[in-house]
């Protein structure tokens, strides 16, 4: 491709727009532009990345026994309303209806369309297992998108299902998919890993997440320094400390805190750590209010909190007003000694004595107090986030944190579509049986953004080479005054074309400091800079992305070590 041919524009300023540095760089190296809030368009740079993206996905996909085919991208409520989720999916399910007012979504996922085949077309057994996939575009409304592609509203999605006999079946096409989401992952050149993982809305029994390690990711995941334990915070469980609270040492006292409505203020006030205070959140319940109670210096998870009985889903704080009703106190100084309304107490406050908590009064908090004499010792329940230093479940090593972005996520579903859409084949046996199912998804355009968040510096994206829009970028140095340059970057082109390599010929006429600070910012991994001075020693100046330094090699070497790239 010649650059003068190519219509890219690249950007030198920062966007303000963008907060993260894909985003900006995305935006910059003219790979996406933005159309409206959460929908872009894909530049012809960009979208030779996401074609490599999809032929590695699409390559292992088949490799693993899938089929490709291709769902409606627009899908009809009364299957959504089979399955129960026209409601329960919320506002991310974007609606809409048709001239004769029938209801219709944008396909946010394909559950209900693929059961909606699988009951159809599949009878027996012997059909079984299978695994059907597609690479498509899928809508979801979300509340706050951002970071360009990487939490957009219309995105690309490589989603896989599989039907099986039994739970054994499922759980082999499960371990089929994981082996292949590994693969694509590794051949894509990403630092990954596979944690366990919450449901979330599309339910069922298992599911792990794939991550790109990344400072920026928006998810905390969780592992273990002594075995292969790891899991995204969501569902990374905390246990009740061995050991009970110690003897109480000092009396119960009511203290004046005046102002001091954070843990932080009531820290600072009473000269205390703040992990030894509890704090109360109250949220949304069923019926009424309920209590949340956790140490003071300890965040709540509010996967594990919106699953607790009479706790709304999802977690929702109360507001202040239902907050004062309930608890008959101002928010900032509620504790549980005498709170009457249903607490929930996490693990970790299981093991504390002479605490500090709100007493129900405005401007005051009570210290020294200590369970089992001030207030009944509770039930405690798993109830806040891991912190970096927990015990690994099974108390053998600690735990660490690190940051991810979810870029893949599969599911053991079972029954529960097949259930409600009543999706069965006759067994062996000749009886009905319902299909097990999985499902699993791969962000195709969130890669493109979480492999720059996790490869750039400060002049620009640097692409892993099997994601790179093109191998090589030849800069000629005064090709519109020297026929020699010319020509012989024309003839390196076709020759590095010829061994089919991806080349950008940068044919402008620009100046050599444009041309380079563009081929950095779009990040080509290798790149060849021809000018008279070099080609009167017959050498070529080779730079790899990575490379502090350029090299001086001779011609022949050069292409050389370029077609072997190639090969590679
Ligand atoms: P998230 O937790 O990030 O909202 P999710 O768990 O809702 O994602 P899944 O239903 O697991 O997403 O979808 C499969 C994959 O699709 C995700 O692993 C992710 O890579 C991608 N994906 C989901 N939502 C978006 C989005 N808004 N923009 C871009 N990619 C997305
Ligand atoms: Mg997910």
Same mark, same amino acid.
Request: aromatic share 6%; glycine share 8%; charged share 25%.
């Given at each position: ?38 929908? &872009? ?32 991208? =627009? ?21 809409? /209806?048709?001239?004769?007012? @029938?209801? &219709? ?33 899928? &809508? ?25 006999? %039994? ?18 992952? /590794? ?15 599309? !339910? ?54 005046? !102002? ?42 509010? =996967? ?23 608890? !008959? ?10 709170? !009457? ?11 504390? /004595? ?18 089992? @004499? ?28 690190? @940051? ?67 191998? =090589? ?16 970057? %024309? ?15 940068? %044919? ?21 800079? =021809?000018? %008279? ?12 992305? @990575? ?21 590679t």
């Open positions: 491709m010649r650059y003068s041919e190519f219509g890219l524009t690249t950007l030198k300023e920062v966007p303000a727009e963008a907060e993260i540095v894909s985003h900006q760089l995305m935006l910059r190296a003219g790979l996406i532009r933005r159309l409206t809030s959460g929908i &872009f368009s894909w530049m012809p740079l960009g979208l030779r990345v996401i074609r490599k993206v999809e032929a590695i996905v699409r390559e292992e996909m088949n490799r693993a026994g899938a089929l490709e085919m291709l769902m409606p991208a =627009v899908q009809p409520a009364e299957l959504w309303q089979e399955s129960g989720r026209w409601d329960m999916y919320g506002d991310l399910l974007l609606k809409m /209806s048709d001239r004769n007012e @029938r209801d &219709f979504c944008f396909g946010p996922t394909h559950e209900e369309v693929i059961t909606d085949i699988a009951r159809k077309d599949l009878r027996s057994y012997k059909q079984l297992p299978i695994n059907w996939y597609q690479i498509q575009t899928k &809508f979801r409304d979300e509340i706050r998108p951002r970071y360009g592609v990487m939490r957009s509203r219309e995105f690309i999605m490589k989603d896989a299902y599989t039907f099986d006999l %039994d739970a054994e079946g499922l759980e082999a096409s499960y371990q089929n998919m994981h082996a292949a989401y590994s693969a694509i992952f /590794s051949r894509l050149g990403l630092k990954f890993r596979v944690v366990d993982a919450d449901s979330g809305e599309i !339910g069922g029994n298992r599911s792990q997440e794939f991550h790109v390690l990344a400072d920026s990711g928006e998810d905390a995941i969780v592992f273990s320094d002594v075995d292969n334990y790891a899991s995204n915070i969501e569902t990374a469980a905390t246990e009740c400390p061995a050991q009970g609270p110690l003897k109480p040492t000092q009396k119960l006292e009511k203290v004046a805190t005046p !102002g001091a409505k954070s843990i932080e203020a009531v820290a600072n006030m009473l000269g205390i750590a703040a992990n030894q205070s509890i704090k109360i959140l109250i949220v949304d319940g069923i019926e009424q209010p309920v209590a949340l109670v956790l140490r003071g210096d300890h965040e709540v998870n509010a =996967v594990k909190a919106q699953k607790l009985p009479g706790v709304a889903s999802p977690l929702t704080m109360a507001d202040p007003a239902a907050v004062r009703e309930a608890s !008959g106190c101002e928010p900032g100084y509620i504790g549980p000694v005498g709170l !009457g309304m249903t607490m929930y107490f996490d693990h970790a406050t299981a093991n504390l /004595s002479d605490f500090v908590c709100g007493a129900n009064e405005v401007d005051m908090h009570y210290t020294g107090v200590n369970f089992g @004499r001030d207030l009944d010792a509770p039930e405690t329940v798993d109830l806040r986030n891991v912190v970096e230093g927990d015990p690994t479940p099974g108390g053998k090593g600690t735990l660490s944190i690190a @940051r991810g972005i979810e870029v893949g996520h599969i599911f053991q579903l079972g029954t529960k579509y097949s259930e409600a859409l009543g999706a069965t084949v006759l067994g062996s046996d000749g009886k009905e049986q319902l299909l097990e199912m999985g499902s699993y998804g791969i962000g195709i355009t969130r890669i493109v953004g979480a492999a720059i968040e996790q490869n750039h510096d400060d002049n620009g994206i640097i692409w892993p080479d099997p994601l790179a829009p093109f191998d =090589v970028v030849i800069v000629p140095i005064n090709m519109h005054r020297s026929d020699l340059v010319r020509e012989a970057a %024309d003839a390196i082109y076709a020759e590095l074309a010829d061994a089919g390599l991806e080349v950008l010929l940068d %044919d402008r006429d620009a100046r050599p400091g444009v041309k380079f600070a563009d081929a950095e910012l779009i990040g080509i991994p290798h790149r060849i800079v =021809v000018s %008279d001075r070099g080609l009167g020693n017959d050498e070529l100046e080779y730079q790899h992305r @990575r490379d502090t330094e350029s090299r001086n090699l001779k011609r022949e070497e050069a292409l050389n070590l370029l077609k072997s790239a190639a090969v």
